[in-house]
């Protein structure tokens, strides 16, 4: 492990940000109350040495000589962004954390109940860069690489810790090495043994009821009461105990706060469509989709609206999206096998019924 501190490496990069030895693009610091409810909200743990990264610079890239002159031409860093190694600021972690989760669906449960893989960076091929989510006793995770068409037993080490990997982004101008080394180690065996560390008396202390999920979220109001993740999730504890108008309440309350997270929206729809308000769900999950239009679970709920609204065309178009995203995705085929039924093509509604039945079939 790397026995530069931390702290001499955030000054590094400072330096090398104000003399212009590099094209650096780095953000203002984030508020150690965001990053905390980041943590909370998705209930995994960041590494110390990303925190004060976050802290002091809140995500950003060093970019080579051609992107520096995209960008100083056309004024604009997202060309920039998508061609170059990004470490993600808090937002864009968050989305691309809800994103990896719902596109790797069913993996979580093999490792614990919370997600364990953390993208923390984007690679200039639109890979990602994992952390583990730590256990107690952990400060640090090792970067693993995380390839979108492999699975995580597959997604080797490339740094012993974010430190090390900074520091090799920093010296190599933000073209660091980000092929993972699976004989020193697998995202999947490291997520395995963090879980192993946790009892099982810990992990049924970590289960809480919807009447806990909301004695403890409005104790954090209390505190932080600009705090819209939770908002939102003791509007969903509210939901789920039927307390509707408190849970609209609180969900109205979260995009109130914070209206650029897809979540928000998508949680809101959720409660609409429970209530059958079929146009107001749809207007939450269309931005919701607006703000993600790959997240396969968007598309498939708002597929599931417009059937409900008889508007099959468009439903079809998200369902047929979500089954090029993801091939097995059940529960597209199970929209689409209701669409083509609901509009007679009954050949195409019994060949989704068999491929159904072979994805039960191949999960059992």
């Not at 989510?133 to 037993?153: Q, W, Y």
Request: net charge negative.
């Amino acid at each position: 492990m790397n026995k530069i501190p931390i702290n001499d490496t955030l000054q590094k990069l400072d330096r090398v940000i104000k003399e212009g030895a590099a094209y650096c693009y780095f953000n203002m610091p984030a508020d150690p109350k965001e990053i905390i409810a980041l943590e909370k909200r998705h209930g995994f743990r960041l590494p110390d040495s990303f925190k004060l990264f976050l802290e002091k610079f809140n995500g950003g890239m060093i970019v080579n000589k051609s992107l520096e002159k995209i960008i100083q031409r056309d004024n604009n860093l997202e060309t920039a962004k998508w061609n170059a190694t990004c470490i993600l600021s808090t937002h864009e972690l968050s989305e691309a954390y809800i994103s990896m989760m719902n596109r790797t669906f069913g993996v979580a449960g093999q490792f614990g109940a919370v997600f364990p893989f953390i993208p923390f960076c984007k690679t200039s091929t639109n890979e990602s860069l994992v952390f583990v989510t730590l256990s107690k006793e952990e400060t640090e995770s090792p970067v693993l690489d995380a390839f979108h068409e492999e699975p995580p037993e597959t997604w080797g080490l490339v740094a012993e810790d974010f430190n090390t990997f900074l520091i090799n982004y920093i010296d190599t101008g933000g073209n660091p090495d980000v092929i993972g080394d699976e004989n020193r180690g697998t995202a999947a065996n490291l997520a395995r043994e963090a879980h192993a560390q946790e009892t099982s008396e810990e992990a049924e202390k970590s289960e809480e009821s919807d009447d806990e999920i909301i004695i403890r979220t409005t104790a954090t109001l209390e505190i932080d009461p600009f705090n819209a993740w939770a908002y939102a999730e003791r509007g969903l504890a509210y939901k789920s105990v039927g307390e509707v108008a408190a849970a609209l309440e609180d969900l109205n309350k979260s995009i109130e706060l914070d209206n650029s997270d897809s979540f928000y929206y998508f949680a809101r729809g959720v409660l609409f469509e429970d209530l059958n308000k079929w146009r107001a769900a749809l207007i939450d999950f269309d931005t919701a989709v607006t703000m993600m239009p790959d997240d396969k679970y968007y598309l498939n709920c708002r597929a599931r609206v417009l059937c409900e609204m008889e508007k099959y065309e468009a439903a079809l178009a998200d369902v047929n999206r979500v089954i090029e995203l993801e091939p097995l995705n059940i529960l597209a085929y199970m929209t689409r096998e209701k669409i083509f039924r609901s509009t007679g093509e009954v050949e195409k509604a019994d060949a989704d019924t068999r491929k159904i039945e072979e994805l039960e079939e191949d999960e059992n």
